[in-house]
């Protein structure tokens, strides 16, 4: 179920003819990381054009909009802003002019020193044009002595800290690079001469392009012309990859860190078939994010799969928010429960997380309305306990159910016959082996020390 | 998989204040029956405010638009045009002006006899705002020497043939009236005192509404504050439901025809199954519209269902359409294969239907591609070889891939290992029994003489 | 001073490749005839194209909604509608579909027998697609015998009565026409093979074409491929040419009922002088309608002429409406007074007419901030003591100052030292001679008998 | 005649609830000085809010617009950018976030050093967003050791080198300054308890406000609360007010540089009268711009004004571009010449200025086709021989008339019977004394030394 909200979709392409083109279609591929608003910029002979807007992909990029994006290199992004700072200045990619060049610059996660950069650079007189953390890198490269770009690349890169898939161009070059933890996915592909960069693989797939391999943590690639090379990290750590990629973020279509997405999902619904068995008369999965999961309880408990739950998905731009008089109709305008397949039936709901709980606790009174006897809830992930500071925008901890709540009471607030977790023991076992997880959602250990609950609001404070 | 296109979607309401909103709700609920505009007309003591415009219901209904909507009776229509004579000025509901008075009415169906009136029409003075066929319906109504709306209404509609679900009102009555073999659906809800009648029964449960019951053919229902009341047909004809509504049209929690659509999908998936069993190693579907179907064909045949076609649902207002040297990504912009599930795999597909099957033959490739060694196409309806007449917009007949290939041209030209089609009688047997049917798009037989197939194209020579 | 409300400007093209665009460049040199909205029909092999829209000509016309205005045959329309029922519905040209023919029709003017006709109409069952009186003109075509189109037409005008000045065209012909008495104006002009019927002859003087003569009050112009013929009138009836197209609505460089208006503008300020002459030491216009009338009294008078008083001519589509808070700033947006003229100084302002007074007492309010020390208000035309009924959107007769003020209680009322009108005998010399004027606004001898003042608001009951 | 490009209008306002729409208004009226973007940030408690757009004023601020932005303080911005580089990017205020604050900057002038201190930025490691000189200003601010929000202001300009008229506020207080010379205007209002910076006094009638003075050159006015005072400049020089904005750019209701502009016009063309008298029977203004001027020509040289040329003002958004096919209406479109006045008459055309002389080829070409017999044109300045670098959009040198064509050759390019040009000795007697005047673009002499012609190509290189 869509609860919580990824910052960033990127992509960057290098090598053809119709490059802003193809990133807005492989833009459009990954709309699910991000669909507040859009942003591309292309370079021709070293010129900028950049087009952004509010709104989905399809709305943002028109043939007009295209048509002004000339050039062999592009970069995009998709953005998931919170409400509030949600504005055509908060979107990506950020560019910057600096002796005599352009930058732009995409970037998926959160950097945990980016107010003390910030605050360090503001002390040496710079200014900054945004309220958002990934602007410091830019600063940080304007800074750098080293005269190659991926060289400004990495040293400004060396200075933060935090999760960061980033996607950047001079408009001669395209880099690429990751974190040294991998928080957040990236990977390689290739069109004929071109090289692609995109969050998922299901990015390649829609422009034709082969999926080559991730991007490791720490590493950094670049992309010239046809030409494509590596500069490795220069010390290894442990690796940190995010485990709600496979849990619920990515699209089950894509590879991510290296494997596929949708086996791994639906080892979570066998896994916890075994871990959590249900007597009931049927699974139902909450469309689309859980299907795979339910898939994988109902093959595991032998109990069948239906379709209890259709989902609308005729969502335009501005979605038809109901007046006053007519609240509560919200989840009913993208799910309605199938009467005849619910009706005197005990039910395994499949879902894949709870983080509020509040669109479940709807969820389960529509369920109840249509008949079922018996509502059981099985999630595919451990209860969600902490903030996550590494790029995806969690509520606060005392917002978070599982926070705040034990089982029972969450299984008296959700109004369910029971509810249960995927355990982290066995989420780690049926997770792709040998990669390295942060599960710091679940467990609250954070690889990387934040400096604060406030460093969002304060950046914020000044919104353009 | 969504290639035919369906006329309408057609809600009145009345009895309540906020009418225009929950018709605006409703429509949104009847989207998948008409994606290229909408419009809605409201009554507040007696004068109409109307707004119409294209795009999704979503992008058409503003809070601004709605705010102009006042009064306690509405109207609305959603419509798929067919391409080239879609325009602002053939949105319905249609507006007339006439004696004092004003009308609205929404039509789902086609008049088969149209042309002729309109020309009869036409002789005697009359002029004409469309080139819509339900226009004529308000020239007869406003020529009726009756005084009472409904009995204007059933005038007038004595006078046309084909097949119909209307909805009307002139500010004071709803009216809402089937033709007499009940080609398209119509039902009736209630929401405290207001009554609602829409396409389906899904526009109910969005709005919170309980369901009654159908229309039945050739019944005429009047709705007057909170009063309800019938007139029943002058004499009965042998009913004609179109079977396309539990194959594809409806959505599946919908109650139509006064059935649920899943399970009858459920069992053509079944029986299909039966008929034409497959050696494999797993079955897909086509997201969404075959999934019911699919899931039937998986359980009889014990083969385990998977998903194998990832649909991205992210469409905009205006389509990303890749410029010409970008073509062929047509297809990869609406699905993409789960490489993961089937690389290797023998592999059921089932769909729904099959008209000119261009886009099956592009999924069959992208299947290939993603390494499904084998793909068994399994159709949960019978060949389609005969265009239709009685709402849906159909290619010609040699158009449909059917009507001028043999089971094994169509085998050859989708490049699959085997295609099977659910036989007329195993459908007519899967599917509720005791209603009766039109199947003249399987079978050629048309209860209702047709003037000709280009009456469309000389009602659509002049468009405004 | 701009304060009555013209109906509308009309424009008609036929026989040149780019029709709709000469069309769309006529209609900007007639904004000055309606700015609420503006439509173009246009005809290529029979097949009509439309494009309307609210706003100024240079919003409405794209270059995207041209391209799709393609033939040879055009109709335009600038509309003047009045606050509260201007909708996009009611735009002309007015489209009707009849026997296989569509037919636009353009109209400036009023029919004083519109509502009588169309309660006729409605009782034989047509029906109104608008609140407009003009579209009883098309239902009387669609009802004729007739075979030629412009037979048709004269049919159809010979049952209406009122002023009018109508463009219609079917696509094969192009038809002009004029009232037996000519109320409103309608020149011919040509360019090239191509001839035009225009409102004024400034719409020819932008796109080049020269100036043929003024379509006769009564007669019939029709105009096919590149000849152009005329249908004179059966019985000729005394002429009554609206006196307020000289006074104030036409442009000044228009030829208007075949005579110049600017020089016949520039003698009502010289006669004004001579028989209301003021001891003063300047002249100031209101621009820049009555730039004119104030150098023709600054001439005769010898009292020199200054500018006094600033309009800003930058007013897009949504003007900007102060807040309640800043009311008050409604004529200071659009005048400025120039203090450095003005100050210390006795100062005759010279204006056409005053119909509420509202903004002439503001004016003078700000005159007299600005430092003048007198104030002599000198009127180029009669005082409006009674409405119009053909075709001018006057207010009702209780709110025309001059109806229930005494020359007196106008000075107080205005707050300055005198105010004169020009004599209705003067006016009467000092315009082009022979051509037989209405002037029942100031003197209430209508020369068609009314239905009574509520035919208006009877139409617009309901509004679409 | 409008040909020149003047760059900006700048408007600030503290201490008054409605400080946005107040500044709203004043930039309606200060639209001319910059027609194709606009504007605005406000500040409530430190944070700031902004709304930019392109387009008239009037179309810019919605209410919508509007209410978005609250606070007690406000600064604007009207731009005229140059073809080409119009983006939304490129639009003021400038706004920049630096150590915890936001600044907002509005810039009418050019600053001669820009690029030099940008590439001395730049190596330090700034990163700048937009392509304008006046981003160099905010930089050094961020840059400055100073505390007092107008001590960095000012520690700011004393590094720059140009002409500018700056508005600055930090949301507490209101900064306005001119340059050492005082190319550009800027004068101090007060409403009530607030007080207004603005370019012209215009902008102060309109809103209601008094003029107090004008900011003096190299003076720094703070504003803060309702309290006002005034840091003088450190040492004096010889002031050089752009006398440009005697001869056209300011309005001529305006006082500027502490005089009323009308005047100052009317005189130009009262010497110029006696300096070239002429032998004609009327004499007529190109409209709006030279109608003072041609008042004065006509009053000293006793031959009669008149209007000759009629201006359209209707002009939208999206200015209607004829297609190639009716190329060289342009002019047509915005003027039409009164052929009643001038036909068989010698005419004397007072203009102001001649830039490149292809619009005044083409009016001279539509009075003679008007029937003008003899044309002899009259310039209220002199020859144009020297490109602008202080805030002027001027073409390069070679692109101007007077620069590359001896007074013989630019009557024969005009084609009219003479044209003589105000002398510059003329021109300085008639402006007013004691002020001080830059006067480089007819002689030349350009009082501060400008880096190269290229520099604002260089700047836009890489325009975002």
């Known amino acids: 179920m869509r609860h919580w909200k990824e910052e960033c979709g990127?992509?960057?392409?290098?090598?053809?003819?119709?490059?802003?083109?193809?990133?807005?279609?492989?833009?459009?591929?990954?709309q699910h990381r991000g669909q507040e608003g859009s942003g591309i910029v292309s370079f021709e002979d070293g010129a900028l054009k950049a087009h952004r807007g509010l709104g989905l992909v399809?709305?943002?990029?028109?043939?007009?909009?295209?048509?002004?994006?000339?050039g062999t290199i592009a970069v995009g992004h998709n953005r998931y802003s919170t409400t509030g700072s949600c504005s055509a200045e908060n979107l990506q990619p950020i560019v910057a002019h600096s002796r005599g060049s352009a930058i732009a610059l995409s970037h998926n996660g959160n950097l945990v020193?980016?107010?003390?950069?910030?605050?360090?650079?503001?002390?040496?007189?710079?200014?900054?044009?945004?309220?958002?953390?990934?602007?410091?890198?830019?600063?940080?490269?304007?800074?750098?002595?080293?005269?190659?770009?991926?060289?400004?690349?990495?040293e400004a890169l060396g200075r933060v800290v935090g999760a960061?898939?980033?996607?950047?161009?001079?408009?001669?070059?395209?880099?690429?690079?990751?974190?040294?933890?991998?928080?957040?996915p990236l990977c390689i592909g290739r069109l004929g001469d071109a090289h692609i960069l995109a969050s998922e693989s299901c990015a390649l797939d829609?422009?034709?392009?082969?999926?080559?391999?991730?991007?490791?943590?720490?590493?950094?690639?670049?992309?010239?012309?046809?030409?494509?090379?590596?500069?490795?990290?220069v010390e290894k750590v442990d690796p940190k990859h995010c485990i709600f990629e496979y849990i619920y973020f990515s699209r089950p279509d894509s590879v991510v860190f290296g494997h596929a997405v949708d086996p791994v999902r639906r080892r979570l619904g066998q896994t916890?078939?075994?871990?959590?068995?249900?007597?009931?008369?049927?699974?139902?999965?909450?469309?689309?994010?859980?299907?795979?999961?339910?898939?994988?309880?109902?093959?595991r408990s032998k109990i069948p799969f239906e379709i209890g739950l259709i989902r609308n998905h005729y969502v335009g731009r501005t979605f038809i928010q109901p007046t006053p008089r007519l609240r509560d109709?919200?989840?009913?305008?993208?799910?309605?429960?199938?009467?005849?397949?619910?009706?005197?039936?005990?039910?395994?709901?499949?879902?894949?997380?709870?983080?509020?709980?509040?669109?479940?606790?709807?969820?389960?009174?529509?369920?109840?309305?249509?008949?079922?006897?018996?509502?059981?809830?099985?999630?595919?992930?451990?209860?969600?306990?902490?903030?996550?500071?590494?790029?995806?925008?969690?509520?606060?901890?005392?917002?978070?159910?599982?926070?705040?709540?034990?089982?029972?009471?969450i299984r008296r607030y959700l109004e369910v016959e029971d509810v249960e977790y995927l355990s982290r023991e066995?989420?780690?076992?049926?997770?792709?082996?040998?990669l390295g997880y942060c599960t710091a959602c679940f467990d609250g250990e954070y690889s990387i020390p934040v400096e604060g609950e406030h460093t969002k609001e304060i950046l914020e404070r000044n919104p353009v």
């Open 426 to 434: 066995s989420l780690l076992r049926a997770a792709p082996q040998g």
């Open 113 to 154: 020193n980016a107010l003390e950069l910030r605050n360090s650079l503001e002390d040496q007189g710079a200014i900054f044009q945004t309220t958002m953390d990934s602007e410091v890198i830019v600063h940080m490269m304007a800074r750098s002595r080293q005269h190659a770009f991926e060289d400004r690349v990495r």
């Open 206 to 233: 829609l422009i034709g392009a082969d999926y080559l391999r991730e991007v490791e943590p720490g590493e950094l690639v670049v992309i010239e012309g046809s030409r494509i090379w590596s500069i490795p990290p």
């Open 329 to 409: 109709l919200r989840v009913k305008i993208k799910y309605n429960a199938v009467k005849d397949v619910l009706n005197g039936k005990r039910v395994v709901v499949v879902d894949d997380s709870i983080v509020r709980g509040t669109t479940m606790k709807k969820l389960v009174k529509m369920l109840k309305k249509a008949g079922a006897s018996e509502v059981h809830l099985r999630i595919s992930s451990p209860p969600i306990q902490h903030p996550c500071y590494y790029g995806i925008d969690t509520p606060t901890r005392n917002e978070l159910l599982a926070a705040t709540h034990t089982i029972e009471e």
């Open 164 to 184: 960061y898939s980033v996607i950047l161009s001079d408009g001669q070059k395209l880099v690429g690079a990751r974190d040294p933890r991998g928080f957040r």
């Open 272 to 299: 916890l078939a075994e871990e959590h068995p249900a007597d009931a008369d049927l699974v139902i999965a909450v469309p689309d994010s859980s299907n795979s999961a339910a898939l994988g309880f109902a093959e």
């Open 58 to 70: 399809s709305d943002v990029y028109t043939a007009d909009a295209l048509a002004g994006l000339d």
């Open 10 to 30: 990127v992509v960057g392409i290098a090598g053809t003819d119709c490059a802003a083109e193809l990133v807005s279609l492989a833009l459009y591929a990954l």
